[in-house]
Nanobody
Framework: VQLQASGGGLVQAGGFLRLSCKASGINFGISAMNWHRQAPGKERELVASISQDRNTSYADSVKGRFAISRDNVKRMVYLQMNSLKPEETAVYYC?????????WGKGTLVTVSS
C-alpha cells in the first residue's frame, strides 16, 4: 500500500497550492479518501473528505477555500487550497478508508508565510 502525497511547499499568505495523492495497493474505487493535517505541536485534524460517490465534506475552517476531488482512473485525489493562512502551516496527509481499513501516506509539508 502506498499513498504518495505531493505538491506541498512554501507559499505566501493568501496564496494557493494544489496537493496530490497517488494511491496504489488499495481498492481505490470504493475507498473514502481524506486529507488530514498536523501543525507543529497540535493534533492531527481532518481537513476534507470525498466518498466513493464523490460526496465531499470539509472542516469548517476551510469551507469555501479548499476543494477535494478524485480521479478514479488515475487513482489520484487532490486538494486545491486557496487563500492560505499562516496557521495552516502543517504536514498534510492523504488517508484511505474502506472495509474497516485505514491507510496513511507520509505527508507533504505546506508552509504558509505571513
Amino acid at each position: 500500500v502506498q499513498l504518495q502525497a505531493s505538491g506541498g511547499g512554501l507559499v505566501q499568505a493568501g496564496g494557493f497550492l494544489r496537493l496530490s495523492c497517488k494511491a496504489s495497493g488499495i481498492n481505490f474505487g470504493i475507498s473514502a479518501m481524506n486529507w488530514h493535517r498536523q501543525a507543529p505541536g497540535k493534533e492531527r485534524e481532518l481537513v476534507a473528505s470525498i466518498s466513493q460517490d464523490r460526496n465531499t465534506s470539509y472542516a469548517d475552517s476551510v469551507k469555501g477555500r479548499f476543494a477535494i476531488s478524485r480521479d478514479n482512473v488515475k487513482r489520484m485525489v487532490y486538494l486545491q487550497m486557496n487563500s492560505l493562512k499562516p496557521e495552516e502551516t502543517a504536514v498534510y496527509y492523504c488517508n484511505s478508508q474502506y472495509w474497516g481499513r485505514n491507510y496513511w501516506g507520509k505527508g507533504t509539508l505546506v508552509t504558509v508565510s505571513s
